[in-house]
């Protein structure tokens, strides 16, 4: 009878764990943040002959129950906290662990060790040649803006990387040439109005209270931005020649309560306990020094995603119209026709509206010159104002049927109407896309 009551205690507990997942699955308990990160879909096979005998159907199903698999992120960051604590490696291989636990984004650490310079131009004086080509086509863009009296400017933002070097691990050694601040010489040289960051980061950080970057971030912290932005309030007034607000600090606000950007690469870890914060500035600033019968500028700005904290403060309320042209694919503005891809928009428009343009990339996209804003701005200049948004209809609705096809949720949606209307699914797919462009493109 013993060994009787044994078995069957086995018995239960083998099939609570094997049932576990499906309770986690139904109840949810325990509640567990959600993942951070880009996960990408899983396409949806049918069962046909071809997917089951190729095998393709079964690896779908193995995918798909993976992703719905119970309680998948609890274990998920249960591993990697253990992993983490364990061992102080991290599961996440665009994240790279410096000294004293700081966390870098891989894509820097390369461009660091020259890993990306050599996959780019393969040797330095390739790099030193194309930057000069650059540099020397930047020119040109000058004297169109100066023909439509536009302002510009270009800002060499500060990687983490460049400013702290000495929080690298070991294993990385800094490669003695670096293409942003080959920029900035050439910069220099040709005259051409630029802030370059390096250096001014590198002076601040030896008098600076807090570190300028924090320990678990990779964008310029929430305490850097109100010098930043009054830097850029002045140099932008100088090129103007017209007083600008400036920015006025109210309260540093140490804490060790992080904005979203100030512990990015924590959240991509996905931990199962959140890290130790050291205490940090967040600080609450406004404009200031306002002129009387202020008339605000419209800017354009051209940057990598180091532009959103100024994006979401006091910076932009100095200026009318900002359009934010975001890796100068996707624009960002108050003006609905303009909320599009660049592709889409009128470029003219946007360009001949502002009255500063400022191209601003850390040393990462040094890589990709300005994003290819040069070509695109000599190329819209060169066409004129000749912008017709008929044209250019059929061109967004293949565009976002395109994306309702990428998105496997949207386009089983769209396979469901297509059968319960008894059209092919071309037509509900131009449908949807029709709909879309009218309701998001289209309206004034």
């Known amino acids: 009878m013993p060994q009787e009551k044994t078995y069957k205690r086995l018995f239960i507990m083998i099939m609570g764990v094997?049932?576990?997942?499906?309770?986690?699955?139904?109840?949810?308990?325990?509640?567990?943040?959600?993942?951070?990160?880009?996960?990408?879909?899983?396409?949806?096979i049918k069962p046909t002959l071809c997917s089951i005998t190729d095998g393709s159907y079964q690896n779908y199903l193995d995918?798909?129950?993976?992703?719905?698999?119970?309680?998948?992120?609890?274990?998920?960051?249960?591993?990697?906290?253990?992993?983490?604590?364990?061992?102080?490696?991290?599961?996440?291989?665009?994240?790279?662990?410096?000294?004293?636990?700081?966390?870098?984004?891989?894509?820097?650490?390369?461009?660091?060790s020259g890993i990306t310079l050599i996959e780019k131009f393969g040797t330095v004086d390739s790099a030193k040649q194309t930057a000069r080509r650059n540099v020397i086509k930047t020119l040109e863009l000058i004297d169109s803006l100066k023909a439509h009296d536009i302002a510009f400017l270009v800002v060499l933002a500060p990687s983490k990387t460049a400013i702290y070097p000495e929080w690298l691990p070991d294993?990385?050694?800094?490669?003695?040439?670096?293409?942003?601040?080959?920029?900035?010489?050439?910069?220099?040289?040709?005259?051409?109005?630029?802030?370059?960051?390096?250096?001014?980061?590198?002076?601040l950080k030896t008098s600076?209270?807090?570190?300028?970057?924090?320990?678990?971030?990779?964008?310029?912290?929430?305490?850097?931005?109100p010098f930043v932005a009054d830097t850029l309030l002045r140099s932008i007034e100088m090129l103007l020649n017209r007083p600008?607000?400036?920015?006025?600090?109210?309260?540093?606000?140490i804490t060790r309560r992080y904005s979203r950007p100030d512990k990015e690469l924590e959240s991509t870890c996905n931990l199962m306990f959140p890290l130790r914060h050291p205490k940090m500035p967040w600080p609450k600033y406004n404009l200031c020094n306002i002129p009387r019968n202020y008339q605000k500028p419209n800017l354009l700005v051209v940057a990598d995603s180091y532009y959103t904290l100024l994006e979401?403060?006091?910076?932009?309320?100095?200026?009318?119209?900002?359009?934010y042209w975001k890796y100068n694919e996707t624009s960002i503005s108050k003006i609905p026709e303009r909320q599009n891809q660049i592709a889409f928009i009128d470029q003219y428009a946007a360009i001949t509206d502002a009255d500063?343009?400022?191209?601003?990339?850390?040393?990462?996209?040094?890589?990709?010159?300005?994003?290819?804003?040069?070509?695109?701005?000599?190329?819209?200049?060169?066409?004129?104002?000749?912008?017709?948004?008929?044209?250019?209809?059929?061109?967004?609705?293949?565009?976002?049927?395109?994306?309702?096809k990428s998105d496997p949720g949207w386009l089983g949606i769209v396979e469901?109407?297509?059968?319960?209307?008894?059209?092919?699914?071309?037509?509900?797919?131009?449908?949807?896309?029709?709909?879309?462009?009218?309701?998001?493109?289209?309206?004034?």
Do not use: C
Not at 91 to 107: A, R, V
Not at 244 to 253: E, G, T
Not at 314 to 321: D, H, I, M, Y
């Open 18 to 44: 094997m049932l576990l997942p499906v309770f986690l699955q139904v109840t949810h308990i325990p509640p567990i943040r959600k993942l951070s990160g880009y996960s990408k879909p899983i396409e949806k």
């Open 63 to 112: 995918e798909a129950a993976a992703a719905r698999f119970g309680g998948r992120g609890f274990f998920i960051r249960y591993y990697n906290q253990l992993m983490y604590s364990g061992f102080h490696k991290t599961t996440n291989d665009n994240i790279i662990i410096g000294k004293n636990g700081e966390m870098f984004l891989k894509q820097y650490t390369d461009d660091v």
């Open 171 to 203: 294993s990385i050694r800094p490669h003695s040439f670096v293409l942003q601040k080959e920029y900035a010489k050439l910069l220099k040289e040709y005259n051409i109005p630029h802030i370059d960051f390096i250096p001014i980061f590198n002076t």
């Open 208 to 225: 600076a209270k807090y570190p300028l970057y924090t320990k678990y971030g990779t964008h310029w912290s929430n305490g850097t931005i």
């Open 244 to 253: 600008l607000p400036h920015i006025q600090l109210i309260d540093s606000n």
């Open 312 to 323: 979401e403060s006091p910076f932009s309320e100095a200026f009318g119209n900002v359009d």
């Open 356 to 404: 500063v343009v400022m191209v601003m990339f850390t040393t990462m996209f040094a890589y990709d010159y300005m994003f290819g804003f040069v070509e695109t701005a000599l190329k819209t200049f060169a066409e004129g104002d000749v912008y017709d948004s008929s044209k250019y209809v059929e061109e967004q609705i293949t565009h976002i049927i395109e994306r309702i």
């Open 416 to 444: 469901k109407q297509a059968k319960r209307e008894h059209i092919t699914l071309e037509e509900a797919l131009r449908k949807n896309a029709e709909y879309v462009y009218e309701k998001d493109f289209k309206k004034n």
